[in-house]
């Protein structure tokens, strides 16, 4: 459980002072791209840290987009037999990423 500190821009946890978002602007979205693998970690962060502060409603977790991914020769890699290897689209792709999984 947090407590809240005395300075209104930290929370208070047993791991030390975190910040906190400031009121101003948690009625914005906050939208955070995370990716395949650690997409449930990064929520329950957030969770376990409340949301620092913030409306849990008010954040939107989404994994970014994944590609086939190719050697420098051009080729596919593959991550095993007939599994192709995907890797991250990269922040480029944030629009498609939001776009596909919100």
């Known amino acids: 459980m947090l407590a809240h500190g005395m ?11 975190k910040p906190k978002i400031p009121k101003e602007v948690q009625t ?3 939208l955070i791209m995370t990716n395949h693998e650690t997409h449930r970690d ?15 409603s008010q954040f939107v977790f989404f994994p970014q987009t994944m590609l086939p991914a190719f050697t420098t020769e051009g080729k596919i890699m593959m ?7 995907l890797a991250p689209n990269g922040n ?3 629009f498609d990423s939001l ?3 919100t």
Do not use: H, Q, W
């Open 92 to 94: 480029g792709a944030f």
């Open 42 to 56: 990064i929520v329950n962060f957030f969770r376990d840290n409340e949301f620092f502060g913030g409306d849990e």
């Open 28 to 30: 914005c979205k906050m």
């Open 7 to 17: 300075d209104a821009d930290t929370i208070e946890t047993d791991e030390g002072s």
């Open 99 to 101: 776009a596909k999984n």
């Open 79 to 85: 991550a095993g037999k007939g599994k192709i290897k």
